[in-house]
């Protein structure tokens, strides 16, 4: 894809899309992520339904598709100058996120019906510290493209 050059304002609308769609994605995955993470907790992995489970992976995979298409999109925005490096990190997280955000999918082990737990509570760990961070770059990048 083509990298087109965006002004300030169109820059920042753009990445509050990808913001707001982050936002919203997972607000929707976050009750699967809860029912999985209550059956962990509880150790009633086993108790939980194949199609439950399947749906709660599906569900996952979905929210990774949205995060890498979302990654894609932002590295292709290109950034006005003033914003340039700043948006190189704000990529970079974002980028970092969708990675983690799959090994939180790939932890999810369906055929087995089991979770690789040292594989999904390090990638729940990644994408709390990741997110913050994405949110705190988008914070700066906003605030010096206007």
Known sequence: MKKTFVTPQQYAMKVAEIAQLTEDTGEKTSPFF????????????????KEDFQEIATAFDDAVDVYQDASANLAAIKA?????????????????????????????????????????????AKQNDLIVKFGTQLRRVMMSAM
């Open 34 to 49: 809860d029912r999985l993470d209550a059956a962990l907790n509880d150790d009633k992995l086993a108790d939980m339904s």
């Open 80 to 124: 006005p100058a003033r914003v340039l490096g700043m948006h190189k990190s704000l990529v970079q997280s974002y980028k970092d996120y969708a990675d983690a955000t799959q090994e939180m999918a790939d932890a999810l082990q369906v055929e087995k019906h089991a979770v690789d737990m040292e594989q999904f509570r390090d990638s729940e």
